[in-house]
Nanobody, 121 residues
Framework: VQLQASGGGLVQAGGSLRLSCAASGLTFSSGAMAWFRQAPGKEREFVAAIAWNGVNTSYADSVKGRSTISRDNAKNTVSLQMNSLNVEDTAVYYC???????????????WGQGTLVTVSS
């Protein structure tokens, strides 16, 4: 199983970014996909998740209302659109796969390598 995250970069506060994750080596359409992030010196935290059907979603309170997670089962990709970014969003963002739509990182069996998002003030 391989998960390749992309789309990170440097953005000014108030800006937007779209992260993408391409999956291979698994039955993509049957699993939940999620994004987590880890800021320097902090634990990995849940950002958003989407069920296999692309309908059921879950968001952390910190990004709710300004982020949208989506998936394309035909292309084996999951994306995270983040708007109104602030410096607290600076972190390495990871995509992950689970059998359940949960926010607990221990329930995710496969992880991508991460993509760095840096928000400047």
């Amino acid at each position: 199983v391989q998960l390749q995250a992309s789309g990170g970069g440097l953005v000014q506060a108030g800006g937007s970014l779209r992260l993408s994750c391409a999956a291979s080596g698994l039955t993509f359409s049957s699993g939940a996909m999620a994004w987590f992030r880890q800021a320097p010196g902090k634990e990995r935290e849940f950002v958003a998740a989407i069920a296999w059907n692309g309908v059921n979603t879950s968001y952390a309170d910190s990004v709710k209302g300004r982020s949208t997670i989506s998936r394309d089962n035909a292309k084996n990709t999951v994306s995270l659109q983040m708007n109104s970014l602030n410096v607290e969003d600076t972190a390495v963002y990871y995509c992950a796969v689970s059998s359940w739509l949960v926010s607990i990182p221990e329930r995710y069996a496969y992880w991508g390598q991460g993509t760095l998002v840096t928000v400047s003030s």
